[in-house]
């Protein structure tokens, strides 16, 4: 298994542009329980070798570390739907991330690649990451050709949303059932909301 079996299959071929066709596009961040599975039986060893220290020499690079964070911080979402286990990889895929970002990697990726290197900020329940992600997903999008940056800014949108939540509660309330953490009142009435959730 190779960072370009794990391209291939979550990225699919880019255009030009950099963009993911739409039958990759489609099946990113919808809850679908065959895609789930084809994905563990294809990619659960080398999701535990990685998450157990293994791979390594991928995050020496660029494409092979972008593949390594995709493991560790997307396929864990669909592996482990509704478990905890969905956000055990988190803190090693923000660990790998930041290194790509520090190195500037996300300014030189294709669009799509940049986007899965930025997740790991998204998902992390720090405000300082948040604040990172916004403004990295801002980059980005001014980095952008102009005909792209009104598809793009959705991407802006939903860094401003994810830290909104945390800068109001300190962490995403919908997590808390699975991790065993109790909800304040303000969280349960934030949950009965439409889009309260990922």
Same mark, same amino acid.
């Given at each position: 298994?190779t960072? #370009? #079996? +794990?391209?291939?299959?979550?990225l699919? *071929?880019?255009?030009? =542009?950099? #963009? ?6 489609a ?6 329980? $065959?895609?789930?599975?084809?994905l ?6 080398? %999701?535990a070798?990685?998450?157990g220290?293994a ?11 972008v593949?390594? +964070?995709?493991?560790?911080?997307? !396929?864990?979402?669909n592996?482990? =739907? ?6 055990a ?6 660990v790998? $991330?930041?290194?790509g970002?520090?190195?500037g990697? %996300?300014?030189?990726? *294709?669009y ?12 992390s ?8 992600? +916004?403004?990295l997903?801002? $980059?980005?999008?001014? @980095?952008?050709?102009a005909? /792209?940056?009104?598809?793009?800014g959705? %991407?802006?949108a939903? @860094?401003?949303k %994810?830290? +909104?939540?945390?800068? =109001?509660?300190?962490? !995403?309330?919908h997590r808390?059932?699975? /991790? ?7 969280? /349960?009435?934030? /949950?009965?909301?439409?889009g309260s959730?990922?």
């Amino acid at each position: 298994m190779t960072p #370009d #079996d +794990v391209w291939t299959y979550w990225l699919g *071929p880019l255009d030009a =542009r950099g #963009d993911a066709d739409a039958e990759h596009t489609a099946r990113w961040f919808k809850k679908d329980a $065959a895609f789930d599975a084809e994905l563990a039986q294809r990619f659960g060893a080398l %999701h535990a070798e990685i998450d157990g220290g293994a791979r390594e020499a991928w995050r020496d690079d660029p494409r092979g570390l972008v593949a390594y +964070v995709i493991v560790l911080d997307q !396929f864990s979402r669909n592996m482990f =739907r509704g478990t905890p286990r969905m956000f055990a990889s988190d803190a090693r895929a923000l660990v790998a $991330a930041k290194a790509g970002i520090a190195a500037g990697l %996300h300014l030189s990726l *294709p669009y799509a690649a940049a986007t899965f290197l930025l997740m790991p900020t998204m998902h992390s329940e720090s405000l300082a990451d948040q604040e990172a992600c +916004v403004a990295l997903f801002t $980059a980005l999008l001014e @980095a952008s050709p102009a005909e /792209l940056r009104a598809g793009r800014g959705q %991407h802006v949108a939903f @860094a401003e949303k %994810h830290r +909104v939540i945390i800068q =109001r509660f300190g962490r !995403f309330p919908h997590r808390n059932a699975l /991790l065993g953490r109790a909800s304040t009142p303000e969280e /349960l009435e934030f /949950l009965s909301q439409p889009g309260s959730s990922f």
